[in-house]
């Protein structure tokens, strides 16, 4: 693009040296240069438009990632909590070890894993 613009502007100058310097000429060579420079700003105008969309578009995505992983925080600070009273309730049961409480944490071990077994190969 800086070469075309290189090659209009040593075009332009080699008429005006070549031309006469009449009133005619002179005019012709301003409204020339004028067009040109019209020409420039509206190509600038839409460079501007497609980079402002650009930056629009950037921050909207940045926002939406932003809220996503604000969520996901979230979300692992509940399950944190979570698994911490688990762990703080199975170091009490494991504390007492009374033998009806290990059958029953077994027990409960047992029927997680069936059932995800089930859920994983569709027969539930």
Partial sequence: MASRSAADRAALYNRLS????????AEQTQRLMEEQNDDKVDQLSIQISTLGELTRTIHNQVTEDNRYLSDMDRDFSNTESLMGGTLKKLGTMMEQGSAKHMCMLITFVVVVFVLMYLLMTGKY
């Fill in 18 to 25: 070549n031309a006469n310097t009449s009133g005619a000429t």
